[in-house]
């Protein structure tokens, strides 16, 4: 029998030798995540193989292959990236060699996987992949034991199953990172249990705060690798439960309710502090940040996420903090590898998503001493900048010097691009059409795909007189659009109650660009425009639009579905999987959050009027780049709208990104016009799940709609889908 065994790993061996010396490419998704991974756009890669964009994109859907020569400079390419940016778990497995030994690691008890109709296999879904710990994906009963032990325990035929993945693989996949083997976070529970993605259960023997953060520090071995070269890693995340804070001396409520944090002579506090652990300005909250200064480059921190606090808000997460820990831990984990590792709440993480896609300093060679040092990345945003005098919110210094408190600014003096929140009467006509049905209709990710592309300032503005538009220059433009006329069937592009202008207002960029397009004379009266400007939101969007595509996957709803099996899968999809339709959630409002984030306002009750608050002090804040955003949200609605406007078809309320059309039918097969071949109106609204396509929102009986427009002075949008649109929306 040994002999026979002998000649089999001969032959396996011999055949590895012969799958090594092919020039075998890397999955599709993988080559997509190499090329994001390095800070490299499509347009890069193609201008340097000398190929089409289109032609990137085929190769990173896996639509075609590239030919000799290309294909094997496109290999060059991808090998480099793979050696700088390894992945754990790689394309099909992680070698044996980069799994710790015993003794290596925390103990590791295997979980049986949650069984949910939707979850794809790890190979069927890239996205959930550098996450994995293959030598750890066999599912097998949870010991009951919870032993302190540092040992870990793998059943044998894990290992078999990896290196069966491993090896089988196209190439073979870059090494795993040491230090985040386990993934990005763990759900501490009340018996030391910490439950980490996929299944993976560590035994921590900690008991109090200063004993848990060295252990996740030394050896629970949690984080993420960075998402841009320039960037760092992302700290661990321990999530807290409530059977976890009593056992850590936490108590089950915050006793203030303002602050939202731990008195500083509290046990807990102070026994951090005894260790030499430090906490960040806001304190022992619901999302404590525990470190110590970097020494050696080395970073020191934990992320803490405490449930009975209220971290995880149900605006956002819905009911997931009551969910069992390792269904947690799947849930948390896939928005950590989709978007980023959870630090706060989801306006919070869409904020810090921008800053890890855009680091906003490089290292850079001192030419003086020939060391490295920090400097500038270039198209990223530096340092905090004032914004223009009507783009600052009533609060802000510079308005404060200029205006009384109370002083309402007026059109010509504020910059007010903001989403529609418009509805008009009747007309006599559309009252004798015996419509049946008032149907809304939902932008898909609206203010996200208004990011795509979208050339915003990184610098400081600079104002100038009479000056001659500049479709490229972004900033603010005080102009007169008010001689624009209109059909009054639609809400007016340029303001967020959708009424004419009446004179002189202040514009963003891409309003008075969508101003021109409708062939409006434009003469700005002065302006307000960054020189220093690029497409920075381009890899924020990239990357929420792939995770939102991901999910919706998970939830049954892909690209290309037929309109009446997209509509069916809707209807269904967030029953399919509450776990996924939470990470759902999570994405939306990271994408809201985020932007609202650009122009945060002055918080607490120690703020005095005038005052900086700390917001001001972040690069990210922007108000500009929001209205900038928004703005182009604005007018992308009208746009598509102008489209079915011109069919025929006109809304009677748009609040954001829903619009309500009355229809003759339930359904928006019903009212959406189409071609004579049958297909969408060309440039109107679309059925489909990708961000800029519409879904459908909610149906209300004609005379419902009636009674809230006549009767009630209430915007039917608000409530079309039988609830608060403004607070469910996107």
Known sequence: MPNDQDELFASVDALLEQAATQDALPEPAERKRLREAGGLSQDQVAKALSVRRETITSWELGRTEPRPPKRA????????????FPTQGGQGGTPSSAVPAAGDGPAVTPLPAPALPSEPSPAADPARAPVLAPTRTARTAPSSSSSSSSTSRRPPTKKAAAHKRATTSATPPPAADSRFVH???????????????DGLVLDCPATTFPALVEWTLSEAKLGAPRLHRHGKGADPLVVITAEAAERLGLPRELEDRRGLRLPEDHQVVRHLLRAKWRLTRRGFGPWPRIYRPAQGGERQCVQFAILPWGALDARSW?????????????????????????????????LELMTALRPPTRAVRDEATGSWVSGPNPG?????????????????????????????????????????????????????????????????MAFAAAANRLNVGTGPATHISSPAFDAKLPGSWLVDL???????????PFTPKGTRPT?????ATSTVAYAVELGAPVQPIEAYVRYEHGAYLDAWYTRLRDAYMATMADLGVTAGMPDDDFLAAMARHKDLDPGQAAVLSAIKSSVKGGIGKLRERPQGIGYKYGERWPALERPTWSPHIRAELIGKARTNMHRKMRKLASAGVFPVAVLSDCAVYLSHGAGPLDFLPRTEEGKPLPGGFRLGVSPGMVKHEGTQDFLWVASMIEDEQINPARHIKGSDAAAGGE
């Not at 990005?184 to 993605?197: I, K, M, N």
């Not at 269904?327 to 978007?339: C, F, I, K, M, N």
């Not at 004179?503 to 514009?507: D, I, S």
């Open 380 to 444: 990223a945003l530096t340092e905090p900048v004032d914004p223009a005098p009507p783009e600052a919110p009533g609060e802000h210094p510079v308005i404060a010097s200029r205006y009384p408190r109370h002083h309402e600014r007026a059109p010509d003096q504020v910059l007010d691009e903001e989403a529609y929140d418009w509805f008009r009467p009747l007309t006599d006509e559309e009252c004798a059409q015996g419509y049946s049905h008032g149907v809304g209709i939902d932008v898909n």
């Open 183 to 197: 993934g990005p976070l763990a759900v501490l529970a009340g018996d030391g249990s910490a439950y980490c993605v």
């Open 318 to 350: 819905g009911d997931s903090d009551q969910l069992p820990p390792a269904e947690l831990a799947r849930v948390l984990g896939s928005y950590a590898t989709r978007v980023i590792t959870p630090r706060g709440s989801t306006a919070v993480c869409g």
């Open 503 to 507: 004179g002189p207002a202040w514009y």
């Open 73 to 84: 400079a496109y290999i060059r390419l991808l090998e480099g990236l793979a050696e700088r």
């Open 482 to 492: 008010s001689h624009l006329d209109l059909d009054p069937r639609l809400p007016s």
